[in-house]
């Protein structure tokens, strides 16, 4: 069962990573279009968090990506990192009104045409995804976790008889 574990982890990893390296990509740019133009501090503060957790986000993915087995016990900072990613995108979904792209949730523009709107959508939806991914490894951990204190000291599952020593 550790192998299954492992793999699912690998996968949700790499997906982190992923994901992350998209919405950087995306509000990189964003922020290189707008450095040099007067435009308002908040706006930039809001990219540069967005930056920020995204960076942060490869860094661990790459480091927990390493095949140790206390990678499953760093299932806090996952839900960390998603709570920051739920907090990025819903930065996201504020900063959208001002841009006159439509509702956040109407996404005709990421189907035919590339332009802002449909760049910062795709920032919107892959900050979402990887909100999702980060919790789901974070319930990973938590699972892997408490099996491997639940095991006995002969290896099996579940409950001691009364009165047996672990010895």
């Given at each position: 069962?550790p192998?299954i ?7 949700l990893r790499?997906?982190?990573i992923?994901?992350?390296?998209v919405v950087?990509g ?10 040099d ?15 920020v957790?995204a960076?942060l986000?490869i860094?661990?993915?790459?480091i927990?990506?390493?095949p140790?087995s206390?990678?499953?016990f760093?299932w ?5 990192i998603?709570f920051a990613w739920?907090?990025?995108f819903g930065?996201?979904v504020?900063a ?5 792209c439509?509702?956040p949730w109407?996404w005709?523009?990421t189907?035919?045409?590339?332009n802002?709107?449909g760049r910062?959508k795709a ?5 979402f995804?990887s909100a999702?991914?980060?919790l789901?490894?974070?319930l990973?951990g ?8 639940g095991a006995?000291?002969d290896g ?7 009165g047996?020593?672990?010895?």
């Amino acid at each position: 069962m550790p192998v299954i574990s492992r793999l699912v982890s690998i996968i949700l990893r790499v997906a982190e990573i992923a994901f992350a390296a998209v919405v950087a990509g995306i509000i990189g740019d964003f922020l290189h279009q707008f450095s040099d133009e007067g435009v308002d501090a908040w706006p930039q503060a809001r990219w540069i968090y967005t930056e920020v957790v995204a960076g942060l986000s490869i860094l661990l993915g790459l480091i927990w990506l390493i095949p140790f087995s206390f990678g499953f016990f760093s299932w806090p900072f996952d839900v960390v990192i998603s709570f920051a990613w739920f907090a990025a995108f819903g930065i996201l979904v504020d900063a959208i009104h001002n841009m006159n792209c439509g509702s956040p949730w109407d996404w005709h523009f990421t189907t035919h045409t590339i332009n802002s709107c449909g760049r910062w959508k795709a920032a919107e939806a892959f900050s979402f995804l990887s909100a999702i991914v980060w919790l789901v490894s974070a319930l990973v951990g938590i699972w892997f976790t408490f099996r491997v204190r639940g095991a006995n000291a002969d290896g099996s599952y579940g409950r001691r008889r009364f009165g047996r020593s672990a010895v």
